[in-house]
């Protein structure tokens, strides 16, 4: 079976308030590409990845008009894709939802939350993924009350072997402020956002302590938007968002070795566009993780990134489609489930 995490920049502005697909000359949001053409790249990458099911990280918006699993399904039966039916989970606010899009025939999905639903006050026992979580992150006595941004998507999974597991897509909060001020203010916000996206981590890694504590295999797949060495405020904080999910239980090779001191070269999965500087920013933010019961199933890792993947590179029209398609590359999980 094949498993893959895509973070699809922009992929809301493809659709129109009916959720179908706007292909036309009009700006995508991607820098430089029209709409017609991010659909037409992204079709090739999604048809090439034959994946069994695609944890979509940013997929088109559920609101008042717009539906998410329409929209996804629709681009599905635009491409004659295997992966045609979609799931949501906990919609939200920001027009970034997080579904799973999926092959029926080879994969049963259901959304289930774990945890407790919470109030205003929230809860510190790790609640639902859209409840609110206390916990004093700075140990000043004071909780502090978080809410994901993005709930992630818990799902009971079974593959047509008869293979049971948890599927956990997640996208943990950007730590890049946004908006004017001074530089001090920049400094709190850019710390304010660093400890939300750890307590963030803190919340999925007990969801997952308790899946396993239970006894069921767990798969987590999704931009983390952190990893080694990426910000200055690692050493503030003592650990990255990677390092709490990992812990000892759960396993990523390119995270591994991301990790290893002294490691010669990093793996990326994400290239974007520094205007200013004239150059791009490559990062390691994308990731699968799976529970150590799951290392004897025979996992293989590929990031399917256009310059540092052998095949990828090697045919150029798949090179090009992904980097018109998004600025963060897939990442895919062959495993015998």
Known sequence: MRLATYNVEWFANLFDNEDQLLVDDQWSGREGVTRARQIEALGKVFTALEADAVMVIEAPNTGHRQNT??????F???FDLRQRRA???FANETHQEIALLYDPDAITVRHDPKGAETGKKGSDGAPRFDGVFRIDLDSDGTEDLVRFSKPPLELAAETAAGTRLRLIGAHLKSKAPHGGGNRDQMLRASIEARRKQLAQAIWLRARIAAHLGDGEPVI????????????EFEELFGRSSVEILLNDDMYDPHARMAFKAHAPAVPTSARFHIEPEGRYLQALLDYIMVSQDLMARRPAWRIWHPFEDETCWAFEELREALLTASDHFPVTLDIDI
């Not at 999704?222 to 910000?231: E, I, R, S």
């Open 69 to 74: 699993v329409k929209a996804l399904e629709g």
């Open 76 to 78: 599905a039966r635009a």
């Open 87 to 89: 799931i949501i989970g």
């Open 220 to 231: 987590l797949l999704g931009d983390m938007n952190d990893g080694p060495g990426l910000d």
